[in-house]
T-cell receptor, first 116, second 114 residues
Framework: AQKITQTQPGMFVQEKEAVTLDCTYD???????LFWYKQPSSGEMIFLIY??????QNATEGRYSLNFQKARKSANLVISASQLGDSAMYFC?????????????FGKGTKLSVIP | DGGITQSPKYLFRKEGQNVTLSCEQN?????MYWYRQDPGQGLRLIYY???????QKGDIAEGYSVSREKKESFPLTVTSAQKNPTAFYLC?????????????FGDGTRLSIL
């Protein structure tokens, strides 16, 4: 079974609108972390936001927020007031820390296109 | 500025040839990682190292080798045994002490077969 599932291969959003990118995860660990990265066409991976499994508040970083629903094992990324520069691939990733490892497992990504 | 430097940006490999991708970091991170990304796919872990002189296989280590002789450096060799090496390779580093800290990535190397 996939550990990280991103069900939206591609998404379109109008400039200045909000958009939600879905991510569900599968783990039996109690302690884990969830990350979102942005990958522009140039290829670099840009860290956006982090949510720990024990964090009670949803994480926010500027225009990015993470809608964390632990019981449903979902960690959706919300981008508010979309900008043309938000057009990129977005990857959800999980770090399971129970075994003392710090590896990340990535989903297959969602390609976001912002329309003027 | 602190960061991760990958070189070269583009690399071409002939049949039967080994090639080495460079990854250097000045973030003082203990852990370093190599990922492979195929078109339209997520990242898959090739090798990782949590400390100097130690490294572990990831999910797709066959046909690759690494070394970790210095904290700052984690080169990846794509050997001739890797039959489908064409991909985008990303190096990353992190501080394992702070498990909530993200992995930092280099700008990647695009490898193609001639």
């Amino acid at each position: 079974a996939q550990k990280i599932t991103q069900t939206q291969p591609g998404m379109f959003v109008q400039e200045k609108e909000a958009v939600t990118l879905d991510c569900t995860y599968d783990t039996s660990d109690q302690s884990y972390g969830l990350f979102w990265y942005k990958q522009p066409s140039s290829g670099e991976m840009i860290f956006l936001i982090y949510q720990g499994s024990y964090d009670e508040q949803n994480a926010t970083e500027g225009r990015y927020s993470l809608n964390f629903q632990k019981a449903r094992k979902s960690a959706n990324l919300v981008i508010s007031a979309s900008q043309l520069g938000d057009s990129a691939m977005y990857f959800c990733a999980m770090r399971e820390t129970g075994a003392g490892s710090y590896q990340l497992t990535f989903g297959k990504g969602t390609k976001l296109s912002v329309i003027p | 500025d602190g960061g991760i430097t990958q070189s070269p940006k583009y690399l071409f490999r002939k049949e039967g040839q080994n090639v080495t991708l460079s990854c250097e970091q000045n973030l003082n991170h203990d852990a370093m990682y190599w990922y492979r990304q195929d078109p339209g796919q997520g990242l898959r872990l090739i090798y990782y190292s949590q400390i100097v002189n130690d490294f572990q296989k990831g999910d797709i280590a066959e046909g690759y080798s690494v070394s970790r002789e210095k904290k700052e450096s984690f080169p990846l060799t794509v050997t001739s045994a890797q039959k489908n090496p064409t991909a985008f390779y990303l190096c990353a580093s992190s501080s394992p002490v702070d498990s909530n800290q993200p992995q930092h990535f280099g700008d990647g190397t695009r490898l193609s077969i001639l």
